[in-house]
């Protein structure tokens, strides 16, 4: 069961992540869009790359506990200020906007605020985790 405690807590801002020509395109390349990289915009879904990694320390947090063993990606919405571009060093502030149990389940959802290193807004990612509960056993009464 995940730590309501957590509720409304941001993560400290992530180290700096360098926006490579080589990154964008082994990644539209991962998605068979092989002009994609050849601008020098990412595509749109590439700041997820940066974003996921920025919400480990959340994640592997034991005081948190979130079983990921137990996590299903339920949703992924982006919203920019402007485009993600080569060149580009993004840091993450990872926000823990709600934690809802829904049948015995939760649904932990995220914001990621994407800065670049001007601290300007680049984009915030939305993710919503559906996280199971524990089964209950046939003829527990639980």
């Known amino acids: 069961m995940l730590n309501l405690g957590y509720l409304g807590t941001s993560l400290p801002p992530s180290e700096p992540v ?6 964008v395109r ?16 990412a595509p749109p879904t590439f700041v997820f790359t940066v ?13 948190f506990g ?12 982006f919203s920019y200020a402007r485009p993600v571009r080569v060149g580009d060093w993004l840091t ?5 906007d709600s934690i809802k149990s829904v049948a015995g389940n939760e649904l932990l959802a995220l914001r990621t605020d994407v800065t ?5 807004v680049v984009a915030s990612v939305f993710t919503t985790l559906f996280v199971a509960g524990d089964a209950v056993e046939e003829g527990d009464d639980g």
């Open 66 to 77: 979130l079983d990921f063993s137990r996590v299903l990606h339920r949703e992924q919405r």
């Open 26 to 41: 082994k990644f539209a390349a991962s998605l068979n869009l092989p002009d994609a990289g050849q601008t020098d915009m």
């Open 92 to 96: 993450c502030v990872v926000v823990v």
């Open 51 to 63: 974003t996921l990694p920025a919400a480990d320390p959340l994640f592997d947090d034991p005081e």
């Open 18 to 23: 360098e926006v490579t020509a080589d990154a």
């Open 116 to 120: 670049d290193g001007d601290d300007e």
